[in-house]
């Protein structure tokens, strides 16, 4: 497809568990972006990468979260040891250039999580 | 650190002028923009401003920045139905070209008959 594809859409675990996210941004991004929307906020900032590197990862809230993107593409959000706050939208937003023009985002649908 | 601030809620009768206002912190930010989301959608860039700029139009939108007190502000003219979503407030977290933008908590604009 044409946009940035988040799968699950939804997933629905229990506490303590593992979960993956998968992000497959838009062909040809080399920035690729996690962010993370609880109800009634806005996008909260979690890790971005260039190419296969993560350049920023200071959002991400403690060790149990990491990501990766070792293609230089699709990007994985990994979720350990899951607890009830971390129940939140995951978003996924890909952009074109590394050295911004408009800075765009392009964003997914993001992947709901629900930690029971 | 960084941080984008927004009012909640916003209501406005359909044909008049809607004006979502903004504040930042970060003096360094390249960029800023207004992101829209509707419901059930995901965010779609609506405008953005370069910070040497004051003033961007673009059809029924207009973008005011005043960077001395970190204030940005998006009207939007003659207000539709459609117009009604979730308005955020972006900024570039510092100089670098590349780097993380960060979300004010949107403003719920909805339009009243």
């Known amino acids: 497809g044409a946009g940035v594809s988040q799968t699950p859409s939804n997933k629905v675990t229990e506490k303590g568990k593992y979960v993956e996210l998968r992000c497959d941004p838009i062909?040809?991004?080399?920035?690729l972006y996690w962010y993370r929307q609880s109800l009634g906020q806005g996008p909260e900032f979690l890790i971005y990468?260039?190419?296969?590197?993560?350049?920023?990862d200071s959002g991400l809230p403690n060790d149990r979260f990491f990501a990766v993107r070792p293609e230089g593409s699709v990007s994985t959000l990994k979720i350990q040891r899951t607890e009830r706050g971390d129940s939140a939208v995951y978003l996924c937003?890909?952009?074109?250039?590394?050295?911004?023009?408009?800075?765009?985002?392009?964003f997914g649908e993001g992947s709901r999580l629900t930690v029971l | 650190g960084e941080d984008v601030e927004q009012s909640l809620f916003l209501s406005v009768r359909e044909g008049d002028s809607s004006v979502i206002n903004c504040t930042y912190t970060?003096?360094?930010?390249?960029?800023l923009y207004w992101y829209k989301q509707e419901p059930g959608a995901g965010l779609q860039l609506l405008t953005y401003?370069?910070?040497?700029?004051d003033m961007k139009q673009d059809q029924r939108l207009t973008v005011l920045l005043n960077k001395k007190d970190k204030h940005l502000s998006l009207r939007i003219a003659d207000t539709q139905t459609g117009d009604s979503a979730i308005y955020f407030c972006?900024?570039?977290?510092?100089?670098?070209?590349?780097?993380?933008?960060?979300f004010g908590s949107g403003t719920r604009l909805s339009i009243r008959p």
């Open positions: 062909s040809g991004h080399t920035a």
């Open positions: 972006a900024e570039t977290a510092g100089y670098s070209s590349a780097s993380k933008i960060i």
């Open positions: 401003i370069f910070s040497n700029m």
């Open positions: 990468f260039q190419g296969t590197g993560a350049a920023d």
């Open positions: 937003a890909s952009s074109p250039t590394a050295t911004r023009d408009t800075g765009e985002l392009f």
């Open positions: 970060d003096s360094s930010s390249t960029y």
